[in-house]
C-alpha cells in the first residue's frame, strides 16, 4: 500500500516529466535550429536563427502586435457566430426533422468545400472585414452543430419519459434536460471550433493580403514574404501559433471549469 | 392457492383486453386483463423481452395500447401524472444535478418554488436515510445509494402508485436485499399501490402479496399467485418452509409458461 507522502511524490514527478519534457524538447530544438543556421552560414533571408526571428518580433511589435489584435478580433467574432449558429441550428434540426432534412446537407456542403476556394468569393461580394469573420464561421461552424446534435441525441430516454410523466414543457424540456445532456458535447465542438476559427480568418486575410489589403497577422506574413522579410514572416506566425494554443488552452479550461463537478472526463484519477 | 382476484379494495388500475404491437411489427404484449387493487403490492414476473416494463409504461401513459383498455381509479387520472411515480431499473438521476435537485425535478417540473417544498424533500431523504448526501453528486454515490435516490424523487411527490421496472436489478445481493426490506418497511407504512416488474422469483415473492407470472412475449398473464405470509416479513421469512414452498410453485409455474411458448 502506497503512503499519501509517497503517491504525492510519484504524482508530483509525474507532473514534472509531462510539463518538463516538452520544455527540453524545445530548448534541444532551438539550439539544434540556431547551430544548422549559424554552422552553414544560411543567410537570413533563407532562414533566420532563433535569436533573429526573437529580436524581430520584439523590434517589430508596434506592427504585429497591432495586426495580432486584428486577427484575434475576427477569430473571436468567427467563433461566436460560430457558437451561437451551430447550436442554435442543432436545437432547430432536434426541434424539426423538416429543417433538418432541408438544411443538413448543405451544412455539409459547406463544410466540405475547401473554404481557400469560398475565401476569394466572399471577397469580392461581402465587404472585407465582414468575408473575413464568414471565412471563420464557415470552418468553425460545422464541429459545434455536429456535437451538439450528438449531444442532443444521446438525452437518457428514461429521463425523457420522466420529464414526459411530470408534463413538462417542451421549455422545461430543453432547458432543464436537453441543454444539460448536451453540454459536455457542446464545449468538445467549442474546443475544436476555436482553433478551426483561427484557420478561417487566417486563411481568409491571406487571400484578401493576395489582393493587396488587409491588416491582420496573415497579411503580415504574405506582405513580409513578398518583401523576402524572412524574419518577420517567422516571427508572426511565432504569433500565430501562440494564439491558437492561447485559445485551445482557454476553451480547455472553461470547458473543465463547467464540467468539474459532475462529468467524468473533468474528474481526476484522484476520484 | 392460484387465483384470480385477491382483493377486497377497489382496484386502482384495470388493463383488459389490452395489446401492444410496436411500430417495427413486433408484438410484445397481451392481451392483457390484469386488475391491481388500491393499495395492493403486485410483482409482474417473466422472462426478459415478455412485455412486463411495456404493461408498465402502459400503466403510466408512456405509452398507448394498440387495443384494449387502461383504466386508472380517479385519483390516477390527474395530468401531469404527479399521482404515478416511476422508478427504473437504472437510476436514471441527472448527472449535473445535486442529490436534492434530482429529488427536486418532479416537484420543479410541477413549476412548485424550491422554497415550498424543501420540508417535503428533507422528509423524503431522510426516508431513504440519505440526509446527509443532499449536496452530493450522483457519480459520488455508490449503486444502491442512487436507486435509493430514485425511489426518494418517484416518491417526493406522494404518489397513489409506483410503478418500478427491475429496480434492483443491477445490483449486487446485499445492497439488493437491503433495499428490499426499506421498500417493504415504506410500503408498510404508507400502504400505496405497488406494481413492481421483476425476473427474479424469489424476489417477487419475498415482496409482494401477489405475482403475476407471465407469459414469454407476446406478454400475457400465465398464473397468479397470492403469498399469504404474515407480516411484517423480514430476513427470518427468506429461509422459512412457507417461502421455500411459495417459490417452487411459482418457480414451476414460470417454467410452465416457458415451455408451453416454446
Keep these: 500500500m502506497q503512503t499519501r507522502d509517497e503517491s504525492g511524490f510519484v504524482e508530483c514527478t509525474a507532473n514534472l516529466l509531462r510539463f518538463g519534457l516538452p520544455v527540453v524538447t524545445l530548448a534541444i530544438g532551438l539550439l539544434v535550429w540556431d547551430l544548422i543556421v549559424r554552422l552553414n552560414d544560411i543567410p537570413p533571408y533563407q532562414l533566420p536563427g532563433p535569436i533573429l526571428v526573437f529580436k524581430t518580433l520584439v523590434q517589430d511589435w508596434q506592427i504585429l502586435g497591432g495586426s495580432l489584435l486584428v486577427t484575434l478580433t475576427t477569430t473571436f467574432e468567427g467563433f461566436i457566430a460560430a457558437a451561437v449558429g451551430g447550436v442554435a441550428m442543432a436545437f432547430l434540426f432536434n426541434r424539426s426533422r423538416l429543417v433538418e432534412y432541408s438544411l443538413y446537407p448543405y451544412a455539409i456542403i459547406l463544410q466540405v468545400t475547401p473554404v481557400v476556394a469560398i475565401a476569394p468569393l466572399l471577397l469580392i461580394y461581402l465587404p472585407q472585414q465582414l468575408a473575413v469573420v464568414a471565412c471563420a464561421w464557415i470552418v468553425a461552424f460545422f464541429p459545434v452543430l455536429a456535437n451538439t446534435t450528438l449531444g442532443l441525441n444521446s438525452v437518457d430516454s428514461n429521463l425523457k419519459d420522466l420529464f414526459a410523466l411530470y408534463g413538462a414543457s417542451n421549455e422545461q424540456t430543453l432547458w432543464q434536460l436537453k441543454l444539460p445532456s448536451a453540454l459536455p458535447h457542446i464545449l468538445g465542438g467549442l474546443r475544436i471550433a476555436g482553433g478551426l476559427s483561427l484557420i478561417g480568418a487566417v486563411v481568409a486575410e491571406i487571400a484578401a493580403g493576395s489582393a493587396g489589403a488587409g491588416s491582420g497577422l496573415a497579411y503580415r506574413i504574405a506582405e513580409s514574404g513578398y518583401r523576402l522579410n524572412i524574419p518577420r514572416m517567422f516571427a508572426a506566425l511565432l504569433l500565430l501559433s501562440a494564439a491558437g494554443i492561447v485559445i485551445f488552452m482557454g476553451l480547455s479550461l472553461i470547458s473543465h471549469l463547467v464540467l468539474r463537478r459532475w462529468h467524468e472526463s473533468a474528474l481526476g484519477k484522484e476520484s | ?262
Excluded at chain 2, 423481452?49 to 390516477?76: N, Q
Excluded at chain 2, 434530482?102 to 424543501?118: D, F, G, I, Q
Excluded at chain 2, 453528486?137 to 426518494?152: D, F, I, N, Q, T
Design chain 2, 1 to 262: 392457492m392460484q387465483s384470480s382476484s385477491g382483493h377486497s379494495a377497489g382496484s386502482a388500475v384495470r388493463l383488459s383486453g389490452v395489446t401492444k404491437t410496436f411500430a417495427n411489427g413486433v408484438h410484445a404484449l397481451g392481451p392483457l386483463d390484469l386488475t391491481i387493487g388500491q393499495g395492493e403490492f403486485v410483482s409482474l414476473l417473466g422472462s426478459s423481452g415478455c412485455g412486463k416494463s411495456t404493461a408498465l409504461r402502459l400503466v403510466a401513459g408512456l405509452t398507448v395500447p394498440t387495443t384494449g383498455h387502461v383504466e386508472l381509479a380517479a385519483a390516477l387520472r390527474s395530468t401531469p401524472r404527479r399521482s404515478i411515480g416511476f422508478v427504473f431499473q437504472e437510476p436514471t438521476l441527472m448527472p449535473w444535478a445535486t442529490v436534492w435537485d434530482n429529488v427536486y425535478l418532479p416537484m420543479r417540473l410541477l413549476r412548485r418554488p424550491r422554497a415550498e417544498v424543501a420540508g417535503r424533500i428533507g422528509e423524503v431523504l431522510e426516508s431513504v436515510g440519505l440526509s446527509d448526501f443532499a449536496a452530493v453528486y450522483p457519480r459520488e454515490l455508490s449503486g444502491g445509494m442512487k436507486m435509493r435516490v430514485s425511489l426518494a424523487r418517484a416518491l417526493v411527490t406522494d404518489p397513489d402508485i409506483l410503478l418500478m421496472d427491475e429496480p434492483f436489478a443491477a445490483l449486487d445481493e446485499i445492497t439488493r436485499f437491503r433495499l428490499n426490506n426499506d421498500l417493504l418497511e415504506l410500503w408498510r407504512r404508507l400502504r400505496r399501490t405497488i406494481v413492481f416488474v421483476t425476473h427474479s422469483v424469489f424476489e417477487s415473492v419475498y415482496l409482494s402479496q401477489r405475482v403475476v407470472v407471465m407469459t414469454p412475449r407476446p406478454g400475457r398473464v400465465a398464473s397468479e399467485f397470492l403469498i399469504d405470509a404474515p407480516e411484517p416479513r423480514g430476513e427470518e421469512f427468506r429461509t422459512s418452509t412457507a417461502y421455500v414452498a411459495h417459490c417452487r410453485s411459482v418457480s414451476d409455474a414460470l417454467a410452465r409458461a416457458s415451455a408451453k411458448a416454446a
